[in-house]
């Protein structure tokens, strides 16, 4: 009975971590074609679609990832904006958003069709290719 629950435990602990480990996609791996479709103006959403703010994730380098333009107003829509000074691309095509510290404060993943913000943070549900 013991063994049973430390190995439970031991499931859990594990699942907890390989959930929450991302990994950089190594972008020199990948076919170019590819990964046009994911440069270029994205919109921020939330999850009626009523809010917006539009970014612009760029393929040049920068401290703590790639280059991200952010309209001006995005802040007064989504504050988590106003912090937000990367991006990133992980493995499985998952869009990660850093602050100055490099601390990943937004993912965006699709276990569907489309990107999901995790964690939502200040109304940001989605993100969609514009």
């Not at 939330?46 to 991200?68: F, M, N, P, Y």
């Amino acid at each position: 009975m013991k063994w049973a629950a430390v190995i439970a435990v031991a499931m859990t602990i594990s699942s907890a971590a390989s959930g929450q480990t991302l990994k950089l996609m190594d972008l020199k791996e990948v076919d170019p074609a590819m990964l046009k479709d994911i440069y270029g103006a994205w919109e921020l959403q939330d999850a009626k679609g009523k809010k917006r703010c539009r970014v612009v994730l760029k393929s040049e380098s920068t401290i703590g990832g790639s280059q991200i333009d952010i309209a001006k107003d995005c802040a007064r829509t989504f504050p988590v904006m106003d912090e937000i000074a990367a991006w990133r691309l992980y493995e499985g095509w998952t869009i990660g958003f850093a602050d100055a510290t490099r601390k990943l404060r937004i993912r965006f993943s699709t276990p569907e069709n489309r990107y999901v913000a995790e964690p939502e943070t200040d109304g940001i549900f989605t993100i969609v290719k514009k």
